[in-house]
Every structure is written in C-alpha cells, then in structure tokens.
C-alpha cells in the first residue's frame, strides 16, 4: 500500500467529517489557545485540539508536530491507527519527521489521519505557513449516518477530487464505518442501517452511477 492508497481508502469518511465540519461552523473566525489546548469559534464553540503537524512556505515542507519541540508534547495527536497502518506498509511519509510539499499536502494527511483517528480536521493559517489539528466535537463524531447523507457525501467527493481509486474509497468507507459492502456483479450495495446505496462502477474502477434504490 502506498500514500495514494491510504488516500483513496481514506477520503470518503474525511469528506463526510469534513462536510459535517463545514456545516456546524457556517461563517466563523477562529482563535487557538495552545496554552489551553482549545480553538474558539466564537457562539460558545470551544473545543480541544489534537496537533497534526504544520505546512511551512519558506521550506515547502511539511513536518509531524510529534517532530516539533514548539508543539507542547500533550497537545500532538497519537493517530495510531493511522500509524499502525503506516508501519505495516512502510509509508515513510507519515514514518519520517516531515517530507516535501511535493509529495502531498497537510490536507492529504490530515484527511487520512482524520478519516482513522475519528474526527474533523481544521486548516489555520498563520504568517509563513498553516497548522492543521483535530478537533473534538461530540455532535459531529456521533451524529447518526442515513444514506441520504452518504449518497450526497459521496457524490461530492466522486466530484471534488481527482487521481484516486474509486472502488478502494468506497472500500475503505465500508470498513472505517462499518458498512457492508456486497457485490452483485453489475453493481455494489453499500448497506447504511436499513438502508442501501447502490453504487455502479466501469472496468476502470470509476464510478458510473451511485443511487438509493
């Protein structure tokens, strides 16, 4: 598995969180407290940081807050899920202190550490660079899902983004949500509760069709 594997395995569930995010903060600003370990978005939304890492324009770099000695030790996120994952396939990206812009971005693995580790991420920019943290907000990571939601989510993705693996997406949404998956031959169900979202693919593993029969 590589970078772009995780990737694709990852973004359906970090589009939804992310989706989900963008929803509850509407119009908002924002100010980090890292002494306090929190973000306020103003209207009484406080909620507690787990540092990923940081973007640097200067060096186009990104580097792990683990790898930081600025970021205080409590505050840098685990992920060891996402980790656990990155061991076993030897993904130095998120083995090494840091890597070049190049290879990817702090959305790219912010949205796979995100989709693992079970919750939003948020971007703040900052003079020079960004610093990319999760974020614990109880109503967003245990909302229930109806395959309404999924179905739009979904599509917006399918839409979004480009140069993933739409079967491994779906794939990987299956298994982080718990989902089951079935193939029928000419079609996927992807089973939401009681409720199904049929999924139709070509030879190329793109998606053709994703409806709710």
């Excluded at 980790?83 to 030897?90: S, T």
């Excluded at 202190?97 to 900052?126: C, K, N, Q, W």
Aim: glycine letters at 8%; proline letters at 4%.
């Amino acid at each position: 598995m590589t970078l772009n594997d995780l990737f694709s395995r990852s973004l359906g569930v970090a589009h939804l969180r992310q989706r989900r995010l963008s929803e509850y903060l509407g119009n908002h600003e924002w100010e980090l407290d890292l002494e306090a370990g929190v973000c306020d978005f103003g209207k009484g939304r406080v909620h507690a940081v787990s540092i990923i890492g940081s973007e640097s324009e200067q060096t186009e770099t990104w580097r792990w807050a683990r790898a930081n000695r600025s970021i205080p030790q409590h505050l840098v996120c685990p992920m060891p899920h996402a980790l656990e994952i990155a061991e076993a396939h030897d993904i130095r990206e998120f083995l090494d202190p840091g890597f070049s812009l190049e290879i990817a971005d702090g959305h790219t693995v912010s949205m796979i550490v995100a989709a693992h580790e079970g919750f939003p991420y948020y971007r703040g920019p900052y003079d020079g660079g960004a610093l990319f943290f999760g974020l614990k907000i109880d109503s967003i990571q245990e909302q229930p899902l109806t395959a309404f939601e999924v179905q739009k989510s979904l599509l917006e993705t399918f839409d979004t983004y480009e140069r993933f693996d739409h079967r491994q997406m779906v794939a990987g949404f299956s298994e982080l949500l718990h989902c089951p998956l079935k193939d029928h031959g000419q079609w996927t169900t992807l089973s939401i509760g009681n409720e199904l979202v049929e999924l139709t693919f070509d030879k190329r593993n793109r998606l053709l069709a994703l409806t709710m029969p």
